[in-house]
């Protein structure tokens, strides 16, 4: 059975077998994808494969201290806190690695928050990555870390829209 598109979590998605080899994200899914999501907390979005999740991300908005905003960020006079959104996680399981999964949750969680933008506004996508392999990551995706803690990463939703309107991607 071919995987799935990115869609939305859903009861019948099977979460137990998940193992990303980070067990805080393992355990995010099993403990608390659901009930984040029945109680507005974060949007989980997942591939599956023949209804088991081998890839999430979470997604919901969030702010950020205009201090800790890299300057591209901080322009002109933002105001505090700066609205953001924040894509909280995101891993794919390891024996489904290196098939392009990672990537297609990253567009499709960019092309989420930037719809998402389009209606409610928001300064910036912001990422949370557990460790320094994280960090490397989300660099690779053109995210610069904030100037006050090097594991919170983002982006403005100008650079991600222009991106994503290059044809190339
Ligand atoms: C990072 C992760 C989501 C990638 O998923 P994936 O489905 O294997 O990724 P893809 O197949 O789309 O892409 C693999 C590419 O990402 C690159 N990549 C993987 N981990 C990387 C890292 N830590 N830093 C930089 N690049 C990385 C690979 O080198 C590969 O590059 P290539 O396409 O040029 O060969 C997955 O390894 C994972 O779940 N890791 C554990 C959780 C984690 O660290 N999440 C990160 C955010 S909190």
Redesign the pocket.
């Known amino acids: 059975m071919p995987l799935s598109t990115v869609e939305l979590l859903d009861d019948t998605n099977g979460l137990d077998a998940f193992d ?3 067990p805080v ?1 393992n355990a995010w899914l099993t403990g608390f994808a659901r009930t984040n999501q029945a109680r507005g907390f974060t949007r989980v979005l997942v591939v599956h494969d023949d209804g088991a999740v081998v ?1 999430y991300y979470g997604l919901a908005p969030s702010v950020i201290q205009p201090n800790s905003a890299p300057r591209a960020i901080r322009t002109g006079r933002p105001p505090d806190p700066v609205p953001c959104l924040l894509i909280g ?4 399981d390891r024996r ?10 990253v567009k499709d969680a960019l092309q989420r928050c930037i719809a998402g933008a389009d209606i409610v506004g928001g300064r910036a996508i912001v ?5 320094a ?2 960090e ?3 660099q ?1 995706w053109g995210f610069i870390a904030a100037r006050d803690n090097p594991s919170v990463l983002m982006r403005s939703i100008q650079d991600v829209r222009l991106w994503l309107t290059d044809a190339s991607h």
Do not use: E, F, P
């Open positions: 990303c080899g980070k994200l890839g996680q995101l891993a794919v489904y690695a290196g098939q392009g999964i990672g990537s297609g949750l990422v949370r990555a557990i460790d392999d994280a490397r990551y989300w690779s």
